[in-house]
């Protein structure tokens, strides 16, 4: 059952989380700012200072979900359809809070919410791909 679970409702999870804690929730409009200011700071070895941030942190780790979304989408057992489903879901969940709750109105958010798009678009093709490729192996061997 574990791998129906969209594992990008862990990033999208952890911002609307981060959101939380911010004065007045969701309907806060503070959410750019925290996602924006700098954590830590990495000297590069082209002497210029690089600042890390909580949105590029949990964007950075939304890239690798997103990679192992990306390999799970490509098994064709049943429950990946519900994966499918879910990830869907997921996406218009993203896409409601993006547009109407505030605290989402970030480009760390947009980002994320664009991620699961691709999960969902991604799951979708290969699933069909991959039952074309099955019915024309059946059909040439008929």
Known sequence: MFAA??????PVLVYNLIALTLDGGLKSIDASQRMTEALFTIRMTSQVDWP?????????ASLVVLFIEL??????RSIA?????????LFILC??????APA???????LLTIMVLLDVLAGFIVTIVSARRDLDFN???A
């Open 5 to 10: 679970f969209p594992l990008l409702a862990l």
């Open 52 to 60: 890390v941030s909580l949105g590029d942190l949990l964007l950075a």
């Open 71 to 76: 390999l799970k989408s490509t098994t064709s």
């Open 81 to 89: 359809i519900i994966n499918h489903s879910l990830s869907m879901i």
């Open 95 to 100: 896409l409601v809070e993006f547009l109407l």
């Open 104 to 110: 989402c109105g970030t480009s760390a958010f947009f």
């Open 139 to 141: 059909d040439a061997g």
